[in-house]
């Protein structure tokens, strides 16, 4: 009786997992298909690459504050040769943003398998990640995230699996760095790893690998500030002075992550119970060769949960990039200890249809509704021929030889300016002052066939400076107000003004 209520909690595990796989690479390749914008900024990434693909250097203050990006540019510089070659379709981007996340799940699945976990749990654990990342706010679309999590994956486990090889040293370290320049918060990777050297392997290796990791960063920092004066400004300064910590954003997506992972959560929680009880866990030893991927999870977890995922800038990214890895590499060789207890399996159903209830399941997108709509505004957009656009409108209008005045991240490029920012200053200052002098100027002698305005409050956008909007108001006139669809059928206001 026991081995076949087993066998068939086994098989339903297997039919969930399928099914949870299925319903994420359906919603995936949905999300892959549509050739329109599905997030307020995603052009920003795509209008960054056209910029360096036309042989122009980014970051720079010819180019400021318009091609202002606060993400790296690895993601850019990777992307150059598939859009030369494929075209700057947005599907594109996401592909290669999607084939990062494959090979993401391949060193997930090497090291579950190092660590000798059956294939079958090892994939039932692959299915429960990437059905998160597909949750995961907008991680699957034009963006860097990809590529970022596989370098900072890459940079802790080549170590690890090399057992601290010197030439894995210097792939960490050269990895970690790369991380750096394509999300900045990536880097992490390499530099908890130093810390897990120092404290747990040796003290002297662990020095070393810091000295040389740092030399390497202060290296790379010289050479990209002295030919790009505006990257730190933008990728660093701005999420220094404009990251805020809202207790509340914190709490409801710890209690979302929670629910994701609650069956491996349990089991977790069951397996340091067993090692309180039997006095396991209080031993000195216990402390002194703690296992390197809990030592990820424990410092990653503190980190979101103290510093990332307060940030109101995003949904669930921190937790699934920084902390969803881990959760399942601590997990697996604990399920396949105890794969012959049912109640493990039932956990993992339990997980399985959480994921299905609490995400993909409950994630609504009406294909035909968004192309429809993308192509009514496409339509308008070709109706007028000089016309100020939000940034949804951006790369659509650079592909049709039409002036753009706000790529994404435009908007931000002041928040980064700070008095004790001196040596750029004046220079930030000065770029802003032009481009929107440019923009009020134009507004002002209607020079614009049309203008679109977002309704919806967007703390940065340059229309709501002040004045820009009530200029607006005296030389244009209100034709329709007109929603835009984006991902998971969000619908944003927009107002369409034409001249008097």
């Known amino acids: 009786m026991k081995r076949r209520l087993l066998f068939f909690a086994v098989l339903l595990s297997g039919v969930a997992g399928a099914f949870l796989l299925f319903q994420s690479l359906f919603f995936h390749l949905k999300v892959i298909k549509i050739d329109s914008p599905l997030e307020y900024r995603e052009n920003s990434t795509v209008v960054l690459t056209d910029l360096i693909r036309r042989g122009k250097v980014p970051y720079t203050a010819s180019v400021m504050p318009l091609y202002t990006n606060v993400y790296g540019m690895v993601y850019n510089l990777v992307m150059v040769?598939?859009?030369?070659?494929?075209?700057?379709?947005?599907?594109?981007?996401?592909?290669?943003?999607?084939?990062?996340?494959?090979?993401?799940?391949?060193?997930?699945?090497?090291?579950?398998?190092?660590?000798?976990?059956?294939?079958?749990?090892?994939?039932?654990?692959?299915?429960?990640?990437?059905?998160?990342?597909?949750?995961?706010s907008f991680d699957i679309l034009a963006r860097p995230d990809g590529l970022g999590e596989f370098l900072f994956l890459s940079s802790i486990i080549i170590p690890w699996y090399f057992?601290?090889?010197?030439?894995?040293?210097?792939?960490?370290?050269?990895?970690?760095?790369?991380?750096?320049?394509?999300?900045?918060?990536?880097?992490?990777?390499?530099?908890?790893?130093?810390?897990?050297?120092?404290?747990?392997?040796?003290?002297?290796?662990?020095?070393?690998?810091?000295?040389?990791?740092?030399?390497?960063?202060?290296?790379?920092?010289?050479?990209?500030?002295?030919?790009?004066?505006?990257?730190?400004?933008?990728?660093?300064?701005?999420?220094?002075?404009?990251?805020?910590?809202?207790?509340?954003?914190?709490?409801?997506?710890?209690?979302?992550?929670?629910?994701?992972?609650?069956?491996?959560?349990?089991?977790?929680?069951?397996?340091?119970?067993?090692?309180?009880?039997?006095?396991?866990?209080?031993?000195?030893?216990?402390?002194?060769?703690?296992?390197y991927f809990l030592f990820y999870f424990l410092v990653m977890s503190a980190l979101v949960l103290g510093k990332f995922g307060g940030h109101d800038g995003n949904l669930l990214s921190y937790f699934t990039e920084l902390m969803g890895p881990f959760v399942i590499l601590v997990a697996g060789p604990i399920l396949e200890k105890y794969k012959q207890n049912i109640l493990i399996w039932f956990c993992i159903i339990f997980n399985l249809t959480m994921l299905y209830k609490v995400g993909v399941g409950t994630i609504k997108m009406d294909v035909g509704e968004i192309e429809?709509?993308?192509?009514?505004?496409?339509?308008?957009?070709?109706?007028y021929s000089s016309i100020y656009a939000p940034p949804p409108f951006a790369k659509y209008l650079l592909e049709k030889g039409k002036d753009v005045y706000d790529t994404g991240h435009t908007e931000y490029f002041t928040k980064s300016m700070s008095k004790f920012n001196f040596f750029l200053f004046n220079d930030a200052r000065d770029a802003y002052n032009i481009h929107l002098h440019e923009l009020d100027r134009k507004i002002r002698n209607r020079e614009f066939d049309m203008v679109i305005v977002f309704k919806g409050y967007v703390y940065y956008d340059f229309l709501y400076t002040g004045y820009l909007s009530y200029f607006i108001e005296q030389n244009y006139v209100l034709k329709e107000a007109k929603p835009l669809i984006l991902y998971h059928n969000q619908v944003l206001p927009f107002e369409i003004w034409v001249r008097k």
């Not at 210097?170 to 530099?191: D, M, R």
């Not at 207790?247 to 119970?273: A, C, D, P, R």
């Open 81 to 136: 040769p598939f859009v030369s070659v494929f075209g700057t379709s947005l599907s594109v981007y996401r592909i290669v943003n999607g084939l990062f996340y494959v090979f993401c799940l391949w060193l997930l699945y090497v090291v579950l398998q190092k660590k000798r976990v059956s294939k079958g749990i090892s994939l039932l654990l692959l299915v429960m990640w990437y059905s998160q990342t597909i949750q995961s």
């Open 163 to 291: 057992k601290y090889s010197k030439k894995s040293f210097i792939a960490s370290i050269v990895l970690s760095v790369l991380s750096f320049y394509t999300k900045p918060y990536f880097a992490l990777g390499g530099i908890v790893f130093g810390i897990y050297l120092f404290l747990f392997v040796s003290r002297r290796i662990g020095f070393r690998y810091i000295f040389w990791l740092a030399l390497t960063f202060g290296i790379s920092v010289a050479i990209t500030q002295y030919f790009m004066e505006f990257y730190f400004y933008n990728t660093v300064l701005f999420h220094l002075k404009n990251a805020r910590y809202m207790v509340g954003h914190l709490i409801g997506q710890t209690q979302i992550f929670s629910k994701n992972n609650i069956g491996l959560l349990l089991i977790l929680g069951f397996e340091l119970l067993r090692n309180i009880f039997t006095k396991k866990i209080f031993q000195v030893k216990t402390y002194k060769n703690i296992e």
């Open 372 to 383: 429809k709509n993308w192509t009514e505004w496409t339509m308008i957009l070709d109706s």
